[in-house]
């Protein structure tokens, strides 16, 4: 799955034993997977912090517990450390990362962005906007946030229902709705004002 080179191994090794909590390992996830805006990130895991669905893999001197629902995005990841004069830098790549994996399996999370990068945001794009999940509620409502020309913009009640809104729900019949979390008090770059 993800490759940890030696040097990092090193230097996550002294980082962690430098934390109060013993026990501490690392956690490594992908945020907004399968899309433009990925990041494949590392971050402390303290006992006990650790998801349902995480894989942990045990490694010289401390654990790694990668993300369930990020593994197929951090096939072929490497994790490298290169020292340097001004102490050094630790390193992802992954290049899954931003490849869209989508089947319709893939959490619902998944498809809601994908459809959003893929299909919403390349036609908002025109005026400059952009849409972006903020969560899913247990009701099943995704709530969206708007940005760019979209945030403020007069025009995005019908840009929600009968674009966003319609493109989601006919393809993810499982979403009871969809609600905008957006500030539009803000009309500084609103596409019409």
């Known amino acids: 799955m993800v490759q940890i080179t030696e040097a990092a191994q090193g230097y996550l090794r002294e980082l962690l034993s430098k934390q109060d909590d013993k026990g501490t390992g690392i956690r490594v996830f992908v ?3 399968g899309t433009p805006h990925a990041e494949t990130c590392i971050a402390y895991c303290r006992p006990g912090e650790e998801q ?3 894989e942990p893999v045990e490694f010289s001197g401390f654990r790694a517990w990668f993300e369930g629902r990020s593994q197929k995005y951090l096939e ?3 994790v490298d ?3 340097d004069r001004m102490g050094g830098q630790l390193t992802i790549k992954a290049p899954n990362a931003r490849v869209p994996q989508v089947g ?3 959490p619902l999370e998944d498809r809601i962005n994908y459809i959003l990068y893929n299909e919403v945001n390349p036609g908002l794009a025109a005026h400059g906007g ?3 999940l903020v969560e899913i509620t247990e009701e099943k409502i995704a709530v969206l946030k ?4 979209c945030q403020g913009c007069s025009a995005v009640d019908i840009t929600l229902k009968n674009g966003v809104e319609k493109t989601l729900m006919d393809q993810l019949p499982e979403l009871v709705g969809i609600r905008d979390a957006t500030d539009h008090t803000n009309t500084e770059h609103a596409y019409y004002q």
């Open 81 to 83: 450390y290169a020292a």
């Open 76 to 78: 072929g990841a490497i």
């Open 130 to 132: 952009q849409v972006s």
């Open 146 to 149: 708007f940005g760019g020309g």
């Open 104 to 106: 319709a399996d893939a």
């Open 52 to 54: 349902d669905g995480d």
């Open 31 to 33: 945020s907004q997977p």
